[in-house]
Every structure is written in C-alpha cells, then in structure tokens.
C-alpha cells in the first residue's frame, strides 16, 4: 500500500511488452502565480494499468531561466503519482520524469528485474531508460527554451499550433542528432471511449506532423534501442522511451 493506504499494482515488469510513463496535465496554459497539479501515470497507449515502482523515478522542474531542480513525487489513489508546482514568473517550465532500470529474461522464460550480476544465466539483459516530459506556460512566454535534451527527445516547434484542426509539428532527436528512421505513436483520450491510437513514420530531420482532433489528453511516444550501449556481464543493449504529453 502506498502511504494513502491504497493498494499499489506494481506492474513495472510490463515495460517489457510495451509498457511505459506519461505525464497528463489537467491544461497546458496557468496564470503567473497559479499551482499546477499533473499527474504521472502508467500502462500503454494511454490505458492505465497499475503503476511502476516509485523507486527508480526520478523527477525534475527546469523553469524558463533553465533552471533545474528536482521535485518530489507524491503517491496518488494506487493509480498515479503527483507532482505540484506554482509558476512563479512567465514563461515555460518544464517537467521530466525518468524511470531507469534493467530487465533480465531469465533461462526459463519469465522476467526479472535486475542484470546480469542478479541474473548471470539471463537470455538477455536489457537496460531501460524512459522519459515522461510535459511543458506548462504560466501568463505570457515567448519561444519555448532551449530545454537541456534528454537522449531520446520529442519536442513540439510551435506551442501556439497545438490547436484544435491545427496541424502540429514535432522533432524528434537521438543524442542531439535528429532521429529519421522509426515511428511516433499519436493518442489522445477524450471524455469517452478508448484512447485513438495513430502510428506516424518519422520524416526528414526526424519531423512528423499531427492534427489535434478531440478535447482532452494527448501524447506521443517514441521508442529506440541503442545497441552499441552495452557492458559485458551487466546488460545486452539499452532501450529508451520518450514521451510527450499536451492537453486541450
């Protein structure tokens, strides 16, 4: 039970089929001053299923002067964890949440957290690393900032184009180099029914363009394996996620 006394579903093992983290804001734009609530949720494709360990996220808030510090995840209903902050000057801030860890399949099939030195006989031993982001403007900003980004990024261009019926560009990156070679996947979730799920190719200079078409949540994932990061006896390839979340 988290500290709430509500029951925790700890799925984390799942990330192997595909699950991962995603910030969801109850809206994008505060007045200077005004508390932001988001919550950190988990699953696939915008389905809730229980939650990772709170043990291996770590959470940080850069304000518009790039400022970054980290911020404190709070348990939630068993369901989500929360994190809270006041926009004390305009501008954009943004919120990072990673999840880093290693997976192993073990010699009969089944999976466990740990690398090889837990699990010497694995089939293979992956290291994880996922990044949940989100960008919250408070009164009026220009330009979003030069955010410091992560290995794996997926940034909007205009912030002011994500807009109902507007299409939107977003880029992606791999180490600071724009990523041409793989697919974003595009969900949002209104107030019924399931989430809508598209899966975008990735264009020149890693760019794709979505069209918002529902009020609500809304996130992109991309997904890359680096097989050149490895350590012998440690872990086979590292598999990193990104995500990025906006809602209208």
Not at 74 to 103: C, I, K, N, T, W
Not at 121 to 150: D, R, V
């Amino acid at each position: 039970m988290d500290r709430k006394g509500f029951f925790i579903h700890d799925t984390t093992l799942r990330m192997y089929y595909g699950h991962e983290g995603w910030l969801e804001p109850a809206r994008n734009n505060y007045q200077v001053g005004e508390r932001a609530n988001v919550c950190f949720k988990w699953g696939h494709n915008m389905e809730v299923d229980g939650i990772c360990s709170l043990e291996r996220l770590q959470a940080w808030l850069t304000d518009p002067a790039l400022q970054k510090k980290p911020c404190t995840l709070l348990p939630g209903d068993g369901l989500y964890y929360e994190l809270s902050l006041r926009g004390e000057g305009a501008g954009f801030y943004q919120l990072l949440v990673q999840h880093d860890g290693m997976l192993s399949i073990t010699a009969d099939g089944s999976h466990a957290l740990g690398s090889r030195r837990e699990h010497p006989s694995a089939l293979e031993a992956l290291a994880f690393t996922q990044y949940s982001k989100c960008l919250l403007k408070f009164g009026e900003a220009g330009a979003i900032p030069p955010f410091a980004k992560t290995n794996l990024d997926l940034l909007p261009l205009d912030w002011e184009g994500l807009k109902m019926g507007t299409p939107a560009v977003f880029q992606v990156f791999f180490k600071d180099k724009a990523l041409e070679q793989g697919e974003v996947t595009f969900a949002r979730s209104g107030k019924e029914g399931s989430p809508r799920i598209d899966v975008v190719e990735l264009g020149k200079d890693g760019k794709i363009t979505v069209t918002p078409d529902l009020e609500g949540n809304y996130l992109l994932l991309v997904r890359h394996k680096d097989e050149t990061d490895r350590e012998e006896g440690v872990y086979d390839k590292r598999s990193y996620t990104c995500v990025f979340s906006f809602t209208l």
